[in-house]
């Protein structure tokens, strides 16, 4: 039975549980890589390591989603921060005796495998956390905390780290999870056992079948939305996550201390759009059109041409990062609005008992093309040195044709 008030007891607890262990998740995922670009200064490598993060949670993502359905997703929650914790601390004593890059690779793909089996239960827990009528704004508070964890991450982890290094941010993390994690033993999510006919392999071949087939014949067109996806995370999601910390820290000039702050303010920068992306659509729940939600992703691709145009013009070091950071921060705002409007769509319209599996299926095909975008970028970078604008450019036209090009598809949504 859902609660018909939106914070209940136990959504709150959801909350308060996300804000604590997404800091701590945006913090590790800021400065781990960080630490490597510190230690290398290459763009090739520092991509091709972020890409190879990606794969376990590509692979993840979908076992966590049918788990998700069969499983207490409070148990799932508990035992993932926990686990994080251990992994974390685990690289902390061995960091300075092993190959750190290769540790770090390692470990990097276990936290990004955590968090592709941990999200599915926690967007699956919403629908029966609140009623159908406190989807969007249930949505709308879940992104809006991983984007004010987002902020905070970043900027204290590029202050700490600037300052005293990378130990006494790994501590932090680890106390975050510890914290997340005892207080998710308080949650009490209704959940009631499906029944599992066969090998474990059938059944995780049976869900998985039969969440496809939803999306493909049911809902073709979270089908069509899923490619835009694809397309845009290769092309601009990949480009930003790779272009932002190499920019910034190897190509501005800003001096080793002060760009490692100010990667965190412009990380930062991101998870405030972010942050505000999530009030908009929260506030606006009722009046946002799925019909025009294309425009939201034609406004991201439009944003990665100042970037491009500043590199190009401006020598100043300074006026780029500006530049760089309120675009980004305007990707943010769209990027987020669109993601609250697609989430409360699937929500709604999927069945419970699919609802898991649904949003594993959309959030490992929809990562697919990233690690695929942060390699191809890690090399343009190093290909391009000196002519970086041309790659932050190529990536704007080459999203905004995939905007241009798919923008019916959101104008045929409510018939659909």
């Given at each position: ?19 604590i262990?997404l800091?701590?998740?945006?913090t ?7 630490y490597?670009?510190?230690l ?10 972020t890409?190879?993060?990606f794969?376990?949670s590509i ?8 788990v998700a ?5 409070r148990n799932i929650m ?5 686990f ?7 690289f902390t004593?061995?960091?300075d005796?092993?190959?750190i890059?290769v540790l770090?690779?390692?470990?990097l793909?276990l936290?990004y ?8 239960s926690?967007?699956a ?5 609140v ?5 969007m704004a249930?949505?709308?508070i879940i ?9 905070l991450?970043?900027?204290l ?5 600037s300052a ?29 056992a499906q ?5 474990m ?6 869900d998985?079948t ?5 999306i ?12 835009v996806i694809c397309?845009?995370n290769?092309?601009?999601a990949?480009?930003?996550m ?19 702050k100010?990667?965190?303010f ?6 405030a759009?972010?942050?505000t992306?999530g ?7 009722n009046?946002?059109s799925?019909?025009?939600a294309?425009n939201?992703?034609?406004s991201?691709?439009?944003?990665a ?5 500043a ?12 530049v ?5 921060f305007?990707?943010?705002?769209f ?10 769509f699937?929500?709604?319209?999927t ?24 390699a ?17 450019l190529?990536?704007g036209?080459?999203?905004l ?8 598809i959101?104008l045929?949504f409510?018939a659909?």
């Amino acid at each position: 039975m859902m609660n018909q008030k939106l914070f209940s007891k136990d959504f709150t607890l959801v909350v308060v549980g996300q804000i604590i262990s997404l800091f701590g998740n945006a913090t590790i995922r800021f400065a781990l890589p960080l630490y490597l670009l510190n230690l290398t200064g290459s763009s090739a490598l520092y991509g091709t390591v972020t890409a190879c993060a990606f794969i376990p949670s590509i692979l993840l993502s979908p076992i966590g989603g049918i788990v998700a359905d069969r499983v207490n997703k409070r148990n799932i929650m508990v035992i993932l921060d926990f686990f994080t914790a251990a992994v974390i601390l685990g690289f902390t004593m061995l960091m300075d005796g092993a190959n750190i890059i290769v540790l770090l690779t390692a470990v990097l793909m276990l936290l990004y495998g955590i968090a592709g089996a941990y999200q599915p239960s926690v967007q699956a827990s919403i629908p029966v956390l609140v009623s159908q009528d406190n989807f969007m704004a249930a949505n709308s508070i879940i992104n809006t905390i991983s984007s004010f964890a987002s902020l905070l991450g970043p900027v204290l982890g590029g202050v700490l780290y600037s300052a005293y290094g990378l130990k006494p941010v790994l501590w932090i993390c680890i106390v975050c999870f510890i914290l997340s994690a005892v207080m998710e033993l308080f949650l009490r999510i209704p959940y009631r056992a499906q029944d599992s006919e066969g090998s474990m392999w059938k059944v995780v071949k049976k869900d998985f079948t039969e969440s496809i087939a939803f999306i493909r014949k049911s809902k073709p067109v979270i089908g069509k939305t899923l490619l835009v996806i694809c397309g845009i995370n290769l092309f601009l999601a990949a480009m930003i996550m790779v272009a932002l910390p190499y920019l910034i820290t190897e190509v501005l000039n800003l001096g080793e201390e002060q760009a490692n702050k100010l990667c965190g303010f412009a990380e930062g920068a991101l998870a405030a759009g972010g942050l505000t992306g999530g009030i908009c659509a929260g506030i606006f729940a009722n009046k946002l059109s799925m019909k025009k939600a294309g425009n939201l992703v034609i406004s991201c691709a439009i944003c990665a041409f100042p970037m491009g145009g500043a590199l190009f013009l401006f020598s100043s070091g300074m006026v780029n990062y500006i530049v760089i950071s309120i675009c980004c921060f305007f990707i943010m705002v769209f990027s987020t609005v669109f993601t609250v409007q697609m989430m409360s769509f699937i929500q709604r319209e999927t069945p419970q008992n699919l609802i898991g599996k649904v949003i594993a299926v959309i959030f490992t095909i929809s990562m697919c093309a990233q690690p695929l975008g942060n390699a191809l970028y890690g090399v343009l970078f190093e290909i391009c040195g000196g002519f970086e604008y041309m790659v932050v450019l190529f990536s704007g036209i080459v999203s905004l044709l995939i905007a241009l090009s798919t923008r019916k598809i959101f104008l045929n949504f409510s018939a659909e």
